[in-house]
């Protein structure tokens, strides 16, 4: 991963049994070479930095371990397509409090570098394998770089968390501009991506809970147009606080006979209208 220049935030305390889970478990070689063009290891690596041990554990309680996970698959890395949601991490302390699909991400932007280039960004083209997929995935603030290796996606994302996402923000444009890196046609991606796609349960979407309870809510919004959605006539807000309307003064003074509420100026112009005449309609251009 190349990481993005400025600060990131570190813990600065840690309970010891996570530090000791962490000993037994490395992530990364102990004397790794550097793997960038022009890359220097540290002289104090990181993995030999103990930080002070927390006041204590950061859960009390410790969850019970999941025993059906959504169903994903893999694929070479170089078959990415923006919209997978890629496993970032596959296991972390402690275990048992690992989210339903925690460690998925969505992916944002997916170029490939491969053949000679390789030498503009690896102290080691070989082990690209001939290619590298750089990847914008969410919550990770810098690029990944994926040696021609093989890379987990879920089947069937959380279809609320897929919603969500698609109407939250996205980073489109990679954090670094890398010479010879070529944005794959995303119909192709799409098409070899539905060659090696497993079909899933029946029932994988059922696996994640719902943050509704109303059916017809989670409908609206799993169904709704981004920025514009169907809803009854009858469910729409009065208007009101309309200034230029003709007839604001009998508004107020309609309003004054309600108890003070932020609702009171709706109630007032509801039931202006029920006193409104031909006359009245056609004297205001909003009613």
Known sequence: MLLRPGDHHAADAIEEERQQWDQR???WPKHPAAVFAGGNVPPAPLWNRIGAVGPKPIRANRGSEIERRPMSFEKPASALCVGDYLQTQACRFPFEDMG????FWRVEWIAHIEGGTLRNLLADP????????LANVYGVSGVLVI??????????PNP????NDVDGPWREKPYFDFVGATVPDHADQQQ???????LPP?????????????????????????GIRPVPVSRLPWPHRLSKCPHFPRVEAIDKTYPDDWYAGQVA???????????????????
């Open 25 to 27: 478990n490395p992530t």
């Open 160 to 163: 609320e968390r897929v919603r």
């Open 202 to 226: 029946a029932d994988e979407a059922d696996l994640y809970p719902s943050s509704f309870s109303n059916p017809a809510d989670r409908a609206l919004f799993l169904h709704g147009v981004t």
């Open 147 to 156: 040696p021609e290796t093989s890379v987990r996606v879920l089947v069937v």
């Open 269 to 287: 112009h509801a039931e202006l209208f029920t006193r409104l005449t031909p006359a009245d309609f056609a004297a205001c251009p909003y009613h």
């Open 100 to 103: 339903l699909d925690e460690g």
């Open 126 to 133: 070989d082990w690209a394998r001939g290619r590298v997929t």
């Open 192 to 198: 070899r991506d539905a060659d090696l796609r497993p």
